[in-house]
């Protein structure tokens, strides 16, 4: 009975809630709604996806295939695989994942049809439907192919489309467990053909007369790098597959998951560069930096060609983290770095004289990785700041030479639409979802948001789910179905509709935990310790130019608590421009007048949400964290709307591993030794300075409740 009222009384404060005339609705709702979905779609959506639909097995130009004189390898047997070691975990979370998807959309259909059902991205886009009519089609071929000669074949080239797809689309890992299946089906079938070749006295993999025209002079199953599947040897489709398999699980945040399979592929060859490289990749992000050390230094004098060029900004990375962790620490890296650098320009200019734009774009991202691990030696090591300013000025010429000028009207116009759209009588009462499961983190980038993070997912019920934001790649479809709802003219069924789009978001979020903390655990792991961990109630969600959604972020969860991490101005400005970025939109922090632009965005819309909805977002200052944690932790964990736990005070020495540019500084804890470190440069950052202008000061306060910052 009880609830029957409840029930009414919130249908009637609807109806209360609902526009006096269509009109009103169509003109504060709808269209605002309707001009921002063209905007967004025109602007950001179509350019991000580019050249997607005709590479599943995507190799280098011809022009980056320089020599290397590679020794050949012995040949260790495999003992056990990634794929059959975590075989039941993998399972578990593909069922799991699987019954989820059943019960949303009672559909007893597989998981690839459910996921294609439900959108997940930017749909109106041509080339994501596209990216889905393909997926659609290879898991067509894949099921057509069982139990024939090219199962495996069909099968490896499903799973690289749909590993290519997630690493193009980020939306929580839509295809992550599916990829994960579909390659562990595949190394499975692979190491039976093994087995029955080794039996027979048969050749398992290619003999360097054989390859030397597409090895490119590499040896061992190095050869093998740059040949399609279909030319590969037994072993090298095998290691392919298992290094394919290791950036799935390391995109899903399963380090070491992928360090197994990474590892597994060094067991038939291990100088295999591209699963070397990755393994150390991963390491870093695990803390074992000697290991991760020994491996980059392993692929730096093996690949001369520099096709595993991340070995070298890596290697400068772990040596900033633990001079030692390789012999003879930065002196090595010096010495490497006064070799390689004039050989890779003089190779560099040749190919700008053929226009080969591959070759360019290649040995371009090169030089740019050799001059910011020049920046880092000089930065860290040598302290000679101006020598540091020129290598790191050099690399970001070498990183912008190859994308397209920045567009200021183009940023002006997004950020004036935002403001347009959203202003105070856009938002109805009482519409979303009341749950408070979710937390966003948002702010400029390099503002302390993974301190932020690790410190909320060192509580026991609080999660966090890295830099793929679930409601970030949801919100195309997001906006795209408000609309459609809203166009009805019945506000019962906006209502309805709003509160479903931001269910399926937590849902989700919880879907990818359980995958992920399924295959977090180990085999000897005690099954009943596991079982008496409890159920996280929050989910952290960090995606920062999510600054610029806080109105749907309102508009779906109008009761989910938003975090706001800011950082002195000059200092974030500065570490964004000294950051290498993967390639997007961050690409113009690499440049003054893109970085002043951007930031100078970030504040206008911050000042536009305080304006249109006060007190919504909470603001901390991330110098308050580093410098009175014991004090502001405890009322960040309030906020969030837990219980105090002590250990959230020493979140560095969680295991929980994150995959972010700050990795290796929040390993360290807390410091302020950087604060203000944008001054050493100060001579050659005054033309940023002076573009900056007002922006240069933000007179923010920390507004978390109760919070009073302790005098020191």
């Known amino acids: 009975m009880t609830g029957s009222v409840a029930s009414s009384s919130s249908r009637q404060q609807i109806m209360m809630n609902r526009p006096s005339t269509w009109s009103v609705f169509l003109m504060h709702f709808v269209l605002p709604m309707t001009i921002l979905i063209f905007m967004s779609n025109g602007n950001d959506m179509y350019k991000y996806f580019t050249s997607i639909l005709d590479n599943n097995n995507p190799t280098l130009d011809e022009s980056t295939k320089q020599q290397a004189n590679l020794q050949p390898t012995s040949l260790p047997t495999p003992s056990t695989t990634a794929a059959s070691k975590y075989k039941h975990e993998v399972d578990a979370a593909i069922e799991r994942k699987q019954r989820s ?29 596209q990216m889905e009519a393909k997926i659609k089609k290879l898991h067509a071929l894949y099921e057509e192919s069982r139990g024939t000669p090219t199962e495996y074949l069909t099968a490896i080239q499903y799973a690289d489309f749909l590993k290519y797809r997630d690493a193009t689309i980020h939306d929580g890992g839509t295809h992550q467990i599916e990829a994960i299946e579909v390659y562990t089906h595949a190394v499975n079938l692979l190491e039976d053909i093994w087995r029955d070749k080794l039996a027979k006295g048969e050749d398992v993999r290619l003999s360097t007369a054989s390859s030397n025209d597409e090895g490119g002079g590499y040896q061992g199953l190095n050869q093998e790098l ?5 030319d590969k040897s037994i072993e090298g489709i095998i290691c392919a597959a298992l290094s394919s398999l290791g950036k799935v699980y390391f995109m899903a945040n399963m380090f070491d998951r992928a360090v197994d399979a990474y590892e597994q592929c060094l067991s038939y060859d291990h100088e295999y560069l591209d699963s070397l490289a990755y393994r150390a990749q991963s390491n870093v992000i695990l803390g074992k930096y000697d290991e991760a050390g020994r491996d980059y230094k392993r692929v730096i004098e093996k690949d001369n060609d520099r096709v595993f060029v991340d070995a070298v900004t890596g290697l400068a990375k772990v040596l900033t983290a633990k001079e030692d962790a390789i012999s003879e620490g930065w002196d090595y890296m010096l010495r490497f770095l006064e070799v390689e650098l004039p050989r890779l320009e003089e190779i560099h200019e040749r190919i700008q004289q053929s226009n080969s734009q591959a070759g360019i774009k290649h040995y371009s991202d090169g030089l740019k990785r050799l001059h910011h691990a020049f920046f880092a030696y000089h930065d860290i090591k040598s302290k000679n700041t101006s020598e540091a300013w020129k290598h790191l000025s050099k690399g970001n010429e070498y990183k912008l030479a190859t994308v397209e000028p920045f567009n200021a009207a183009q940023e002006k116009q997004r950020v004036q639409m935002v403001k347009q759209v959203f202003v105070p009588n856009f938002f109805m009462q009482g519409i979303g979802s009341q749950t408070r499961t979710p937390i966003f983190i948002i702010g400029f980038v390099r503002s302390g948001s993974t301190l932020l993070e690790r410190i909320l997912d060192a509580h026991p019920l609080i999660v966090g789910t890295g830099e793929d934001s679930v409601f970030n790649g949801r919100l195309d479809t997001i906006r795209n179905e408000i609309v459609k709802a809203s166009m009805s003219g019945d506000t019962a069924a906006l209502y309805k509709k709003v509160k479903e789009l931001a269910d399926d978001v937590v849902s989700d979020m919880k879907s990818r935990w359980e995958v992920i903390n399924a295959n977090m655990h180990d085999d000897e792991d005690d099954d009943e310790e596991v079982s008496k961990k409890k159920y996280p109630t929050r989910f952290a969600d960090k995606m920062l130019t999510n600054y610029m959604n806080v109105g749907f972020i309102h508009l779906l969860f109008p009761n989910a608590l938003i975090l706001h991490v800011a ?120 033309p940023l300075h002076d573009r900056v202008g007002k922006r240069v000061e933000y007179d923010l306060k920390t507004t978390l409740s109760g919070y009073t910052p302790s005098s020191s």
């Open 567 to 686: 950082r002195e101005p000059m200092d974030t400005i500065f570490s964004a421009f000294k950051h290498d970025f993967p390639p997007g939109g961050l690409d113009y922090t690499s440049e003054f007048a893109g970085l002043a632009q951007l930031y100078d965005s970030y504040r206008d819309v911050m000042e536009h949400w305080d304006a249109v909805l006060p007190g919504r977002v909470t603001h901390i200052r991330y110098e308050d964290m580093v410098t009175d944690l014991p004090n502001i932790a405890p009322k960040i964990i309030d906020a969030a709307g837990v219980p105090w736990d002590p250990t959230v005070l020493d979140f560095h020495k969680k295991k929980h591993a994150v995959n972010t540019l700050s990795t290796t500084q929040v390993r360290k804890g807390v410091y302020s030794h950087h604060f203000k470190g944008w001054k050493r440069y100060e001579e050659f950052l005054q």
């Open 101 to 129: 998807s059943q019960k949303k959309h009672q559909s007893s259909s597989k998981t690839i049809e459910n996921s294609s059902k439900r959108p997940t991205g930017p749909q109106s886009t041509p080339l994501y439907q």
């Open 226 to 230: 740059f040949l399609d599947y279909a």
